[in-house]
């Protein structure tokens, strides 16, 4: 009898395939002389929607909510329904004795799989293969360490009631906002108290008022300090005459060191990354956006093989990977990294509870290097700069604490106290590996980014002691105070959110895991509900509006986080599926009954004047891939085309500029509008009569996949005679 192995995807297929040596390739699957390795597509089944219970709900009616089928139902995805014919067929083969799981080691993972055997009625015993990383030591390994598939039950659990919940809060929530309103409004169980925390912090910077403030500061020769009021005190005046004052009575008197303090200090390396923090920092460090570092890390872990499994919470070692530390170090032993990690091969590694702690380590442990060796020629430039955020860290692990002396002075004269500091590094340690310079402090709280507090009640403010090269002193040293200044400042404004400090907030308020944040930013992006504007996140018209919709306790983060917290305790074995799917429930019927009921309105923050040529609504202006689009809004009606006139490949012979390109009664014509400049297509190169419309069609065909929906040919044109114009 063989084993059926199930893949997620056909690349992490073929590689299972080859070291478990079934090499007999099929269409659908790979077959040996003891395995049979097939795949899925991601998932190939779902849940059913609502027309497949009853086929009046493909209309979307107020009426008809809340959906809430007693039992949820299955179907296949039909763009998938070959492979999952082609897995259903091998699960009834005669000779296939056992299932292998081999899906991603995860609560996603463990969905595909689970779904896949519900729906062909798998009876047969099954196993689960449970690998951090795709590297053939570790695939042979984990068939040789099979689990039983039961032991899973749990977490197959936790995936179908969030499957589950999703689906009847987020689907009933979405219908009802969008079938009372009349317009495309998205709401779900995480990512309306997403959009909350981002609308939380515009109202913050909406309601801010700066203050103005003063600091004094006193040259005493060589360095500077700063007044103080007291040791707790940050040193502001809200009071311009005070400062001044300040000022008057100290310049040129003679001032003492009171007080000089010198402290050894050091601060020890960073933990090793979780994808959360990752994602955090690969934002900070290299500008991606928490997708775009959730795609490269899982190229890096799936197809290079170089990374252990990404989608972790956890940001510690296990006791049992401490063997392998010297031989992952020799694999990135290489390039910018070689005289790094060899210094550390050197000598026995220094492993503390801040690398190695199995109680913070449930699924899976931190994000590090794997044991194979690395090409670093062979990976793309994204790869390449995520790929060194992880090896860096990685090494930091095993370098010593960065050590410095830190001086504090204290300087009186007469009655008033000034304050200076500095700092002078004795050893690099781990900063080393990041070139001496500071690193990313991981224990900082980043969701309250620019949130610093401040006597004014929220504004930020500049009165921190700059760090500067002290001479060396001891108290009694007489001092003159040469040169001071009050100098004016003024609160600033809570900063908008990053996608770093979005994700940290949302890790914070327990809204999503590590592996759906990215996707929850990302869904609001693409429903226009935020934007980015250069790196910040800033909620759109529209978002503004659907927040204030939506009901109170959906917005809250607190009621999603202890949705989150009961998924997790079903997954320990502690929850109770059926009262959590219960509750579910309720609250999806009273959230549409709340929508039903309520009296507000919305309006469209982007109508346009343009009217609809097919059922004369007001068209809305978004924006797209291709550029600026005019949508009709009515749900019915779905027609759409460019808001912008397509620009020609044609130069206006007075400006030199490029001519826009119009659809005319006699046909398709040039403008070049400041110009007041006018021709007829024909005029130009590819002329009229059969001829030209054949060069036109062709073309239009060459260059199809620049046309949006909805487009003519004159559109096709555009994108064609840019091309040639660029040539």
Request: net charge positive; glycine share 8%; aromatic share 6%.
């Amino acid at each position: 009898m063989k084993s059926l192995v199930l893949a997620e995807k056909p690349s992490v297929a073929k590689e299972i395939a080859r070291v478990l040596g079934a090499t007999a390739k099929q269409k659908s699957w790979f077959e040996g002389p003891k395995h049979v390795v097939t795949w899925a597509l991601g998932h190939l089944v779902e849940l059913a929607e609502p027309e497949d219970y009853d086929p009046s709900y493909k209309t979307w009616r107020l009426d008809d909510l809340p959906i809430v089928p007693g039992e949820m139902k299955l179907k296949v995805i039909r763009e998938t329904s070959h492979q999952y014919k082609a897995v259903a067929q091998l699960c009834k083969r005669s000779d296939i004795g056992e299932l292998i799981i081999a899906t991603d080691a995860g609560r996603e993972g463990e969905l595909v799989a689970r779904w896949i055997m519900e729906l062909v009625r798998w009876n047969k015993p099954f196993k689960r293969l449970w690998i951090s990383s795709q590297t053939d030591k570790a695939i042979r390994e984990g068939f040789e360490r099979l689990k039983p598939g039961r032991d899973y039950d749990r977490l197959y659990k936790s995936a179908v009631c969030r499957a589950e919940a999703d689906w009847l809060i987020g689907l009933n929530v979405t219908r009802a906002l969008t079938s009372k309103y009349n317009a495309q409004l998205a709401a779900g169980r995480v990512q309306t108290p997403t959009l909350a925390m981002v609308m939380e912090r515009e109202r913050e910077i909406a309601a801010f008022r700066p203050v103005p403030y003063w600091t004094v500061t006193a040259d005493f020769g060589g360095f500077t300090a700063m007044w103080r009021k007291d040791d707790r005190h940050d040193g502001r005046l809200y009071d311009q005459a005070e400062a001044e004052a300040i000022c008057a009575r100290i310049r040129g008197k003679e001032a003492v060191a009171e007080h000089v303090r010198r402290t050894e200090r050091s601060e020890p390396h960073p933990l090793a990354y979780d994808l959360t923090e990752l994602q955090r920092d690969a934002n900070k460090r290299l500008g991606f956006s928490a997708k775009q570092t959730s795609n490269v890390l899982q190229r890096l872990y799936e197809q290079h093989k170089l990374v252990t499994y990404p989608r972790t919470d956890s940001r510690y070692l296990t006791s049992d990977m401490a063997p392998t530390f010297k031989s992952r170090l020799e694999s990135v032993a290489t390039g910018p990294y070689a005289s790094l990690a060899r210094a550390l091969l050197r000598k026995p590694l220094a492993i503390t509870k801040r690398i190695v702690d199995d109680s913070k380590v449930s699924d899976h442990h931190a994000i590090i290097p794997t044991e194979q060796y690395v090409q670093l020629g062979a990976l793309s430039a994204d790869e390449r700069r995520l790929y060194d955020l992880i090896v860096r860290r990685f090494i930091a692990l095993f370098y010593g604490p960065s050590v410095y002396d830190e001086t504090s002075l204290v300087i009186r004269a007469g009655d008033d106290r000034f304050y200076a500091r500095g700092y002078v590094q004795k050893e690099a340690g781990w900063k080393e590996l990041y070139g001496g310079a500071q690193a990313a402090d991981d224990d900082e709280d980043e969701a309250d980014d620019g949130r610093e507090s401040a006597e004014d009640g929220g504004g930020r403010a500049s009165a921190k002691l700059p760090s500067q090269s002290l001479p060396e002193l001891e108290s009694g040293r007489r001092l003159e105070a040469k040169h001071c200044r009050a100098q004016e400042h003024k609160t600033k404004p809570p900063a908008r959110h990053t996608e770093a400090s979005l994700l940290a907030g949302m890790e914070k308020r327990g809204l999503g895991t590590p592996a759906t944040r990215a996707d929850v930013i990302e869904k609001l992006l693409h429903t226009d509900t935020i934007e980015r504007q250069q790196n910040r996140l800033v909620p759109t018209g529209k978002g503004k509006q659907l927040i204030e919709l939506v009901a109170e306790d959906l917005r809250s983060p607190d009621l999603t986080a202890e949705w989150e917290r009961e998924l997790e305790r079903i997954a320990q074995g502690k929850g109770d599926p059926k009262a959590f799917m219960a509750g579910i429930r309720a609250r999806a019927a009273s959230l549409v009954a709340e929508v039903k009921t309520s009296a507000k309105e919305y309006k469209p923050h982007n109508l346009t004047h343009s009217k609809c040529p097919d059922c004369g609504e007001r068209m809305m202006e978004v924006s797209g891939k291709r550029g600026k689009m005019l949508v009709c809004p009515s749900r019915e009606c779905g027609y759409r085309r460019a808001a912008e006139p397509a620009l020609s490949g044609r130069r206006c012979p007075q400006c030199r500029k490029r001519m826009e390109i119009h659809d005319g009664k006699a046909g398709k014509y040039f403008q070049c509008r400041p110009c007041n400049v006018v021709e007829k297509l024909e005029d130009g190169p590819g002329g009229g009569g059969r001829a030209g419309r054949k060069q036109q069609a062709q073309l239009a065909r060459q260059y199809s996949d620049n046309v949006s929906l909805g487009s003519s040919l004159g559109d096709a044109l555009k994108a064609a005679l840019e091309r040639g114009g660029d040539k």
